[in-house]
């Protein structure tokens, strides 16, 4: 059924009048065909209820009969909304007063309460005539004056929005005459203005057009064909007006209802009465059949009572010239006892504990009947031999009480019969099966298959390995039979147990949270607790000694740049270089093997962040962008060096890098050094600087003797300079190329200054192609150093198997 303007425009409006509840009732008001979802009141407030008690009262919104359910509630604001659509028509049909009938029912303790709910009435209906047309015959001799009754159209809503009135297209012979029935129902009359003449014109078309007073209005219309015949002065007269009957439910098809009559005066085909059911058609158009020559009135389908308690049509009878009269007929449907109780389960607390107290309210039911009056009295009972009973409570609801002390160890499943039985004759009864489950309550501990429990395991073990299992056994029934493993607090070295091992809560298997170090301790005990899932739970503990077996641990050791407080080193960065050019590279080794000789280099601290990064597992020290000339001159980077051990063990090394293409744009380079140097340690400097300066210069003739006889290694970028081939490796460091150690990959030489004021820096170069660019090399003439930095016997330099290590001042 379609919306009218005005249902648009109210239909978001709700009319709300709140009744004074009587017997917990309360009444609202509300127009048909409300959009699903709208809201038409609080009910938590107009009955004085907190709308948080909803949720824990578990209040729904049930109907009488349990049909259909046209509310719903929002149980977090109280409010009453639309869940289903509301039709009046549907509802009432043609009933001044159309009230919906709900019920708003609580637990804890069981309240009902009743929602009326006026439907009003909306214009979402037009004007309807029975035909597409109407067919009037009209003798010639009619005078003028002579009315033909048109009938009245229906429409399907009451008050205003019906038929007030109706309109006739205009013309020269008739106008319209309205009037009214009982009921305030208006019919229209076709009124002869001026006489017809069949020889001018026998037939006319008109436009009637009956309309409501809803708004906007709405308007229905219907042809009138009028034939010009010999007068017929005489309509069918029905012997009563109004006709009653009574019906009782589940009548067989084809059973006569009543017979219907009316006489004509006339004689011949004007005489010929022919019988009609006047009223739109609707779902009850096919309710009962109406014999048109002898007016029985029949079933036609199935009767049911507790869809309509009554039926009221109109009946027509015309003769044969097309004179037509009206009577009434109203059909009482009475009710038998058809229908059988229902019983439904509105709540059950499954399973019930085997400790629950007698009388305790484990469940309540509601009983149905769809009869009316005597017929739907109904009277319940529950079976024997059950230790339960069935409590009237308000209205038809009953709860489910607990008689005697429950015993799941003796009966642990319970099959209720619930009987409900009508005072109808004959009587009808149902039954309703309830299944009710007993629950253990918890009354044994876990206990442990064994006293105690051992477990070894091997120093810098891995976090998450496994030392060893406990298990429990708890002949409780599930939950209460369901063992949870947890560690009792502790503490081990002073730090809380858990940061030391882990249990499993499930299968009990015992995990190292950490690694473990020999050197600190070489045994501990644990406390684990095995607890069931009871309420309250019971538990027990065991005691898990853990004993720890020695493996070898070590640092790595950076060989360049020597850690920091041995020596200072410096390298040169020409101002040119790309973005991904290799300056420099950390070196170190660890003496251990395998995973714990794996390095990792992380930059840590950086004069410029985003200048320079370096490889993780390489050591290479490359540029992340051009150099620009915004940059720094000096550059510091303190370099973290971490092995792959667990623990993990590290070393840190400062690496300073000069952005230079000129050694005479080189400030002077020991305010590059930390100002916290220790004059103290001067002294030893020196000391260290003339032992180390005769080494080295001895060292630098024995390989300038041997590169000048075997030419072995590849000439020098510039004069002056030294190259230092990586000639062997201790034999206890391991060449594991990617692991950190010293990459065979990689040829490096050794730049040593020509003499300088301080003779604390020197320049490490990479013969890798990749390097740098070609046109941007760090050659140097001997001139360049020497103005710079002086002569190179004032900065001696210890080169060991590919490595430089440097002692300065």
């Known amino acids: 059924m379609g919306y009218s303007s005005s249902v648009l425009r109210y239909g978001l409006a709700v009319i709300l009048f709140v009744l004074h509840p009587v017997y917990g009732d309360v009444s609202y008001s509300i127009p048909e065909e409300m959009k699903r979802g709208s809201v038409i009141g609080n009910i938590a407030k107009d009955l004085g209820l907190k709308s948080g008690t909803l949720s824990a009262r578990k209040a729904r919104i049930d109907t009488e009969d349990n049909s259909v359910k046209y509310c719903g509630m929002n149980l977090n604001t109280g409010d009453l909304i639309v869940q289903e659509r509301i039709d009046r028509e549907g509802l009432c049909a043609k009933r001044a007063s159309c009230v919906l009938k709900q019920e708003l029912v609580l637990e804890n303790p069981l309240e009902v309460h009743r929602i009326n709910i006026r439907v009003q009435d909306i214009n979402d209906n037009s004007p309807q005539f029975t035909d597409d047309s109407l067919r009037i015959e009209i003798r010639e001799s009619a005078v003028k004056g002579a009315r033909f009754l048109l009938g009245e159209a229906h429409d399907g809503d009451i008050g205003e929005n019906a038929v007030q009135g109706y309109t006739l297209q205009q013309n020269d012979h008739f106008n319209l005459n309205i009037n009214a029935k009982a009921g305030d129902r208006k019919y229209c009359e076709l009124v002869l203005d001026k006489e017809l003449d069949r020889e001018e014109k026998r037939e006319l078309m008109l436009l009637l057009t009956a309309f409501d007073g809803g708004s906007p209005r709405r308007s229905g219309t219907v042809v009138i064909h009028v034939t010009v015949l010999d007068a017929n002065d005489n309509a069918p007269v029905f012997s009563q007006t109004v006709y009653e009957a009574s019906l009782p439910e589940n009548s067989p098809l084809d059973t006569l209802v009543i017979t219907v009559s009316a006489t004509d005066a006339d004689e011949g085909l004007n005489g010929e009465i022919t019988y009609g059911f006047d009223h739109v058609s609707d779902e009850k158009n096919n309710v009962f059949s109406l014999d048109p020559k002898s007016g029985e009135v029949r079933v036609a389908v199935a009767i049911d009572y507790e869809k309509e308690s009554s039926y009221e049509v109109q009946i027509s009878a015309k003769d044969g010239l097309g004179l037509v009269s009206y009577a009434t007929l109203i059909i009482d449907v009475t009710d038998i006892n058809d229908n059988a109780p229902l019983i439904y389960l509105k709540s059950l607390t499954n399973p019930v504990p085997e400790n629950v107290s007698p009388g305790t309210e484990v469940g309540i039911i509601n009983v149905q009947d769809r009869d009316s009056e005597t017929n739907r009295q109904v009277r319940c009972s529950i079976q024997q031999n059950v230790p339960f009973k069935l409590v009237p409570s308000i209205k038809n609801y009953y709860s489910v009480v607990s008689t005697g002390q429950l015993d799941r160890e003796l009966v ?369 003439s001997p001139t360049d150093f020497a103005d710079v930095f002086g002569d190179c016997d004032d900065s001696p330099e210890l080169v060991y198997a590919g490595y430089i290590i440097v002692a300065i001042t």
């Open 412 to 780: 642990s499943d319970y099959n209720i019969t619930i009987t409900a039985t009508d005072e109808g004759s004959p009587p009808l009864s149902s039954s309703k099966t309830v299944q009710l489950s007993v629950a253990d309550i918890n009354d044994n501990p876990p206990v442990f298959e064994e006293q105690s429990y051992s477990a070894y395991v091997s120093e810098n073990n891995k976090p998450g390995s496994t030392l060893c299992s406990v298990s429990a056994r708890d002949p409780d029934w599930r939950q209460n039979g369901t063992v949870v493993y947890s560690l009792l607090s502790g503490e081990v070295n002073g730090a809380p147990v858990s940061s030391y091992v882990s249990v499993n809560g499930d299968t009990g298997v015992i995990h190292a949270v950490r690694s473990f170090d020999y050197e600190q301790f070489r045994n501990f005990k644990v406390h684990v607790m095995a607890r069931d899932n009871g309420s309250p739970p019971l538990s027990s503990n065991v005691t898990v000694s853990v004993f720890i077996s020695d493996v070898n641990d070590n640092s790595p050791q950076i060989l360049y740049p020597a850690p920091e407080g041995n020596s200072f080193m410096t390298e040169l960065v020409p101002k040119a270089a790309h973005g991904g050019s290799l300056v420099s590279k950390v070196i170190a080794v660890d003496a251990d093997s395998g995973q714990n000789a794996w390095l990792s280099y992380h930059i840590v601290k950086s004069t410029d962040p985003g200048l320079f990064t370096i490889g993780v597992h390489s050591g290479e020290i490359r540029t992340q962008r051009d150099i620009s000339e915004s940059d720094s001159m000096k550059q510091n980077l303190i370099v973290s060096v971490k092995d792959n051990g667990q623990p993990s063990l590290s070393a840190t090394c400062s690496m300073y890098l000069l952005i230079s293409d000129n050694l005479a744009e080189v400030p002077e380079l020991k305010d590059i050094s930390y100002d916290e140097k220790n004059s103290k340690l001067t002294s030893y400097l020196i000391i260290a600087l003339v032992c180390v300066s005769t080494f080295f210069l001895t060292f630098i003739i024995i390989i300038m003797g041997v590169r000048f006889c075997r030419r072995r290694k590849p000439r020098l970028l510039f004069d002056g300079a030294v190259a230092i081939p990586s000639a062997y490796l201790p034999p206890n460091y391991a060449d594991v190329d990617g692991t950190g150690t010293l990459r065979s990959a990689y040829n490096y030489d050794a730049y040593l200054t020509t003499g300088s004021r301080t003779s604390d820096f020197k320049f490490v170069s990479s013969y890798n192609d990749n390097t740098l660019p070609a046109d941007q090399t760090l050659r140097k």
